[in-house]
């Protein structure tokens, strides 16, 4: 892995004042301690650069970014030199880097959502699907143009896309609000219950045939029920193109990109098109968050997931901060899903199971929750090796060497190794892995919880106050005055 | 209490919990729908009747997966995700034996062993049923048990006790990862598709008259009110009456004292973890013979069910886990009298919410394991 965390955790211009929302929940943890009293040695060599406060954050953007180009780089590096070798055509090159862009933009972003709640608020959120489904079903009920019946299905307002994807990320936003309000002063693990039985809400209500078409003030609309919706809206993205005026523009670059692809390169250059902009997406995520979280209500928000009563006696209205934090999140979370399956065509409430919300969290976990940088790591180390990694590796496996029909039950795969013959038992894991790698995934994640549960980031996560605390007068720079405790100590209750 | 004490403690019921205020007029609107209802006849006594014996049967099989869940979450502070799983695991290894035991020399073993995967045996065919084939039923209710024993007690000592000193939150994404891994384990072995079991001619039941149209009980019913009774009606003696359920309440209310006292704070956990596993499974095997079919994410549809009981019954508190099951199981299924049937198990969601909300602390507050 090209992001080797020990790089950073070793290098004394680290702000690791605050400690990880992981490792302090684990209260009398021995590595957390001794990480506070190595940055306590540090703070000598640190008073030498003490008026570079400024040009330090530069550096550190400047570095954030270039670790996370080098885990993207070094992933697309991965997959095109394996496609490559083993002679994919440029088409489906492409293709493959298109949609490993587009699950790392997606990723990425909803990653960074969550580490909004749980790496800065400390807010267990696992009802992600719930407010995704909220966000991408308010847009396509929105947009989708009022219907004559036919294959097209159930009508919808028929206003604009970009209506619709203010109104799905404002609905998110509400339904943030809506549970927030009463559950935001429950425990951990009782929020975690409650936001996980709203998604499944969410989803039943947009399964029911209850709602499949009705009436609103003579508008008519309707989630589809368990059929769901066509997206029968105009393309998002010639949308978009047009409104900046750059079609022509682009109708050159898909010509250009004819010359390699002969047959109907558009498909291909759209796809790849709609990635990029994801990306550009993603990067606005980051510094919304990243300004967030700099600013004095990141700040707060750092200081409730560290100790939620000492922030209240600092006259902080705490319930507000977390549900101003929360709804944030939720818009985030709504937009992530807008982006996702906005360009998909069709929509159902299939898609937003509670599996997809756990594929978050994992994606935040390998990252290391509390930091953006760990986010958009961890959203692309998921998609390229966890999410697509396994289906890519037997396409690359079914290639070089082909195993044949698979049988049709693990039982028979299972007899044949009676007779010393373990092809048909590859032949099913092979056929399978879709179905294999979401045990991989559980494997991953019981494995970095028990080995390295502060994620790839290491304990690089972000300064809570505004003034380097590291940096005190000589006078009462000795080690038995008592630390300031930035952290707000290594317990979290 | 005079008339103004009375009146100033409504209205400072009103101004402080306006919402608890709404949810009590809400449930009692409910009722007086629901006796106007019977009363004109507009709801059928007897088919009330066949939607509460109904309830009954879910609430008994989630009671008594929910007796599991609430001991681990009350001994070892965590809520475990991957009971749900626990749940089907119970389920395929128990019906896989009944499957072997009923159908042995009509299908090849390894067809019955995968419970018929890809349809190369129906259950149907073996024509398996309380009534027809015995045998193969109490002994795949034995494995189910056992199986799930086994099943909780390498997980814990593969995932659960390296991090006995981590948080709660940490172990509940550890349950996570495990939830997965077992989950499509079973997938990758025995299929997704959703299988009947039981006998293709039916169930044997007994139908009763009950003034406006019959109620009917089948074989399986039977057979699950038995069987769920008589394993609470255990695990409660037990807990009552060994040093054991003694050594877990203390164990649940303060670990560290209970190990300086000398209790083997491990010993307990395996405990824990041997009379959870077996009544979960069991519970997973008697809910796929009620139903009649099994599918791997039986388990998983269970389990928010399962914590909405144990959390309504008050963690930790094993005739909470019951008293929780059967009110979640009969809000399940009474629901129906009021909203579609597509939204019976979000009123079920909806009852958790709320005891969340007002009295997080659950009904049987502060009896931990009893």
Same mark, same amino acid.
């Given at each position: 892995?090209?992001?080797?965390?020990?790089?950073?955790?070793?290098?004394?211009?680290?702000?690791?004042?605050?400690?990880?929302?992981?490792?302090?929940?684990?209260?009398?943890?021995?590595?957390?301690?001794?990480?506070?009293?190595?940055?306590?040695?540090?703070?000598?060599?640190?008073?030498?650069?003490?008026?570079?406060?400024?040009?330090?954050?530069?550096?550190?953007?400047?570095?954030?970014?270039?670790?996370?180009?080098?885990?993207?780089?070094?992933?697309?590096?991965?997959?095109?030199?394996?496609?490559?070798?083993?002679?994919?055509?440029?088409?489906?090159?492409?293709?493959?880097?298109?949609?490993?862009?587009?699950?790392?933009?997606?990723?990425?972003?909803?990653?960074?959502?969550?580490?909004?709640?749980?790496?800065?608020?400390?807010?267990?959120?696992?009802?992600?699907?719930?407010?995704?489904?909220?966000?991408?079903?308010?847009?396509?009920?929105?947009?989708?143009?009022?219907?004559?019946?036919?294959?097209?299905?159930?009508?919808?307002?028929?206003?604009?896309?970009?209506?619709?994807?203010?109104?799905?990320?404002?609905?998110?936003?509400?339904?943030?609000?809506?549970?927030?309000?009463?559950?935001?002063?429950? !425990?951990?693990?009782?929020?975690?219950?409650?936001?996980?039985?709203?998604?499944?809400?969410?989803?039943?209500?947009?399964?029911?045939?209850?709602?499949?078409?009705?009436?609103?003030?003579?508008?008519?609309?309707?989630?589809?029920?368990?059929?769901?919706?066509?997206?029968?809206?105009?393309?998002?993205?010639?949308?978009?193109?047009?409104?900046?005026?750059?079609?022509?523009?682009?109708?050159?670059?898909?010509?250009?990109?004819?010359?390699?692809?002969?047959?109907?390169?558009?498909?291909?250059?759209?796809?790849?098109?709609?990635?990029?902009?994801?990306?550009?997406?993603?990067?606005?995520?980051?510094?919304?968050?990243?300004?967030?979280?700099?600013?004095?209500?990141?700040?707060?928000?750092?200081?409730?997931?560290?100790?939620?009563?000492?922030?209240?006696?600092?006259?902080?209205?705490?319930?507000?901060?977390?549900?101003?934090?929360?709804?944030?999140?939720?818009?985030?979370?709504?937009?992530?899903?807008?982006?996702?399956?906005?360009?998909?065509?069709?929509?159902?409430?299939?898609?937003?199971?509670?599996?997809?919300?756990?594929?978050?969290?994992?994606?935040?976990?390998?990252?290391?929750?509390?930091?953006?940088?760990?986010?958009?790591?961890?959203?692309?180390?998921?998609?390229?090796?966890?999410?697509?990694?396994?289906?890519?590796?037997?396409?690359?496996?079914?290639?070089?060497?082909?195993?044949?029909?698979?049988?049709?039950?693990?039982?028979?795969?299972?007899?044949?190794?009676?007779?010393?013959?373990?092809?048909?038992?590859?032949?099913?894991?092979?056929?399978?892995?879709?179905?294999?790698?979401?045990?991989?995934?559980?494997?991953?994640?019981?494995?970095?919880?028990?080995?390295?549960?502060?994620?790839?980031?290491?304990?690089?996560?972000?300064?809570?106050?505004?003034?380097?605390?590291? !940096?005190?007068?000589?006078?009462?720079?000795?080690?038995?005055?008592?630390?300031?405790?930035?952290?707000?100590?290594?317990?979290?209750? | 209490?005079?008339?103004?004490?009375?009146?100033?403690?409504?209205?400072?019921?009103?101004?402080?919990?306006?919402?608890?205020?709404?949810?009590?007029?809400?449930?009692?609107?409910?009722?007086?729908?629901?006796?106007?209802?019977?009363?004109?006849?507009?709801?059928?006594?007897?088919?009330?009747?066949?939607?509460?014996?109904?309830?009954?049967?879910?609430?008994?099989?989630?009671?008594?997966?929910?007796?599991?869940?609430?001991?681990?979450?009350?001994?070892?502070?965590?809520?475990?995700?991957?009971?749900?799983?626990?749940?089907?695991?119970?389920?395929?290894?128990?019906?896989?034996?009944?499957?072997?035991?009923?159908?042995?020399?009509?299908?090849?073993?390894?067809?019955?062993?995968?419970?018929?995967?890809?349809?190369?045996?129906?259950?149907?065919?073996?024509?398996?049923?309380?009534?027809?084939?015995?045998?193969?039923?109490?002994?795949?209710?034995?494995?189910?048990?056992?199986?799930?024993?086994?099943?909780?007690?390498?997980?814990?000592?593969?995932?659960?006790?390296?991090?006995?000193?981590?948080?709660?939150?940490?172990?509940?994404?550890?349950?996570?990862?495990?939830?997965?891994?077992?989950?499509?384990?079973?997938?990758?072995?025995?299929?997704?598709?959703?299988?009947?079991?039981?006998?293709?001619?039916?169930?044997?039941?007994?139908?009763?008259?009950?003034?406006?149209?019959?109620?009917?009980?089948?074989?399986?019913?039977?057979?699950?009110?038995?069987?769920?009774?008589?394993?609470?009606?255990?695990?409660?003696?037990?807990?009552?009456?060994?040093?054991?359920?003694?050594?877990?309440?203390?164990?649940?209310?303060?670990?560290?004292?209970?190990?300086?006292?000398?209790?083997?704070?491990?010993?307990?956990?395996?405990?824990?973890?041997?009379?959870?596993?077996?009544?979960?499974?069991?519970?997973?095997?008697?809910?796929?013979?009620?139903?009649?079919?099994?599918?791997?994410?039986?388990?998983?549809?269970?389990?928010?069910?399962?914590?909405?009981?144990?959390?309504?019954?008050?963690?930790?508190?094993?005739?909470?886990?019951?008293?929780?099951?059967?009110?979640?199981?009969?809000?399940?299924?009474?629901?129906?009298?009021?909203?579609?049937?597509?939204?019976?198990?979000?009123?079920?969601?909806?009852?958790?919410?709320?005891?969340?909300?007002?009295?997080?602390?659950?009904?049987?507050?502060?009896?931990?394991?009893?």
């Amino acid at each position: 892995m090209s992001a080797d965390p020990n790089t950073t955790a070793d290098d004394p211009n680290d702000p690791d004042t605050t400690t990880n929302a992981f490792a302090s929940d684990g209260g009398a943890n021995g590595s957390d301690a001794g990480g506070n009293r190595t940055s306590e040695n540090r703070t000598s060599e640190n008073r030498a650069n003490e008026n570079q406060a400024g040009d330090f954050l530069g550096r550190l953007f400047d570095r954030d970014i270039t670790v996370i180009l080098a885990v993207i780089g070094g992933i697309y590096f991965a997959y095109l030199i394996t496609g490559l070798a083993l002679g994919f055509e440029v088409r489906g090159l492409i293709n493959v880097i298109a949609r490993l862009t587009f699950l790392i933009g997606v990723f990425s972003m909803l990653a960074l959502a969550l580490n909004l709640h749980w790496g800065y608020t400390g807010l267990f959120n696992i009802g992600i699907a719930g407010f995704m489904a909220v966000g991408m079903y308010t847009m396509a009920m929105v947009s989708k143009p009022a219907s004559t019946g036919g294959a097209a299905g159930v009508s919808g307002l028929g206003l604009p896309i970009w209506v619709g994807v203010v109104a799905g990320v404002a609905v998110a936003a509400l339904l943030g609000l809506v549970v927030a309000l009463p559950a935001l002063r429950l !425990r951990a693990d009782y929020l975690a219950i409650v936001t996980i039985a709203m998604s499944e809400i969410v989803r039943f209500i947009y399964m029911s045939g209850q709602f499949q078409e009705f009436t609103v003030f003579g508008a008519e609309l309707g989630t589809g029920g368990g059929s769901g919706l066509i997206l029968n809206y105009g393309d998002p993205l010639t949308e978009l193109l047009d409104f900046l005026a750059l079609a022509g523009p682009y109708g050159g670059l898909v010509d250009l990109v004819g010359t390699i692809i002969p047959s109907n390169p558009k498909p291909v250059v759209d796809q790849f098109a709609y990635s990029a902009l994801l990306m550009i997406a993603v990067a606005g995520f980051y510094w919304l968050l990243k300004r967030t979280g700099e600013s004095p209500f990141g700040r707060v928000l750092k200081a409730i997931r560290e100790d939620e009563d000492a922030t209240g006696s600092l006259g902080k209205n705490t319930d507000l901060f977390k549900i101003k934090s929360f709804m944030l999140g939720c818009a985030l979370m709504g937009l992530g899903g807008i982006l996702w399956y906005m360009g998909q065509g069709a929509l159902t409430p299939l898609s937003f199971k509670p599996k997809l919300t756990f594929f978050i969290w994992i994606a935040l976990i390998i990252g290391g929750a509390g930091s953006n940088t760990g986010s958009v790591i961890g959203g692309a180390v998921f998609a390229a090796v966890l999410f697509e990694g396994p289906l890519y590796f037997r396409n690359l496996v079914v290639r070089v060497f082909p195993v044949g029909n698979a049988p049709n039950t693990f039982g028979e795969a299972f007899a044949a190794l009676s007779t010393l013959d373990v092809v048909p038992l590859i032949a099913f894991t092979l056929d399978n892995m879709a179905t294999l790698r979401l045990v991989i995934m559980g494997v991953v994640l019981v494995w970095i919880i028990q080995n390295r549960p502060e994620g790839l980031m290491g304990h690089r996560t972000e300064v809570a106050s505004s003034i380097d605390l590291r !940096r005190r007068p000589e006078s009462r720079g000795t080690e038995s005055t008592p630390r300031a405790a930035a952290d707000g100590g290594t317990r979290d209750e | 209490m005079g008339i103004a004490d009375t009146y100033s403690e409504g209205r400072r019921f009103v101004i402080d919990r306006p919402l608890a205020l709404v949810v009590g007029l809400f449930g009692v609107l409910l009722i007086v729908d629901f006796v106007g209802g019977l009363a004109t006849g507009r709801i059928a006594v007897s088919a009330v009747a066949t939607l509460v014996w109904d309830g009954l049967m879910q609430g008994l099989v989630v009671g008594l997966a929910g007796i599991g869940l609430s001991m681990t979450y009350s001994i070892l502070s965590f809520a475990n995700f991957a009971h749900g799983d626990y749940i089907t695991s119970g389920a395929f290894s128990g019906w896989a034996v009944t499957y072997l035991l009923a159908g042995l020399g009509r299908a090849d073993i390894g067809s019955l062993l995968l419970v018929g995967a890809g349809g190369s045996v129906f259950g149907g065919a073996l024509g398996i049923g309380a009534t027809q084939t015995p045998i193969a039923i109490v002994g795949g209710l034995v494995i189910a048990g056992l199986f799930t024993v086994v099943l909780a007690l390498a997980i814990d000592r593969l995932v659960y006790k390296p991090m006995r000193d981590q948080s709660g939150i940490s172990l509940l994404i550890a349950s996570v990862g495990v939830a997965f891994a077992l989950r499509y384990l079973i997938a990758f072995v025995f299929t997704t598709e959703n299988r009947g079991v039981t006998g293709a001619g039916g169930v044997p039941e007994i139908q009763g008259y009950l003034l406006d149209g019959f109620v009917a009980v089948s074989a399986h019913d039977a057979t699950l009110l038995v069987i769920a009774v008589g394993l609470m009606a255990g695990v409660h003696g037990l807990l009552q009456r060994t040093k054991l359920g003694t050594a877990m309440r203390a164990m649940a209310d303060n670990e560290d004292l209970a190990k300086v006292t000398g209790i083997p704070t491990e010993r307990v956990v395996n405990a824990t973890w041997v009379i959870g596993g077996a009544l979960t499974g069991i519970a997973g095997y008697m809910f796929v013979l009620w139903k009649g079919t099994l599918g791997f994410n039986d388990g998983w549809l269970l389990l928010l069910l399962v914590f909405a009981a144990v959390i309504l019954g008050g963690i930790g508190s094993v005739y909470g886990a019951i008293l929780g099951g059967l009110i979640i199981g009969l809000t399940n299924s009474l629901s129906v009298l009021w909203i579609p049937s597509d939204f019976a198990r979000a009123a079920a969601f909806l009852v958790m919410i709320l005891v969340l909300l007002f009295r997080p602390e659950g009904l049987f507050s502060g009896r931990s394991t009893a």
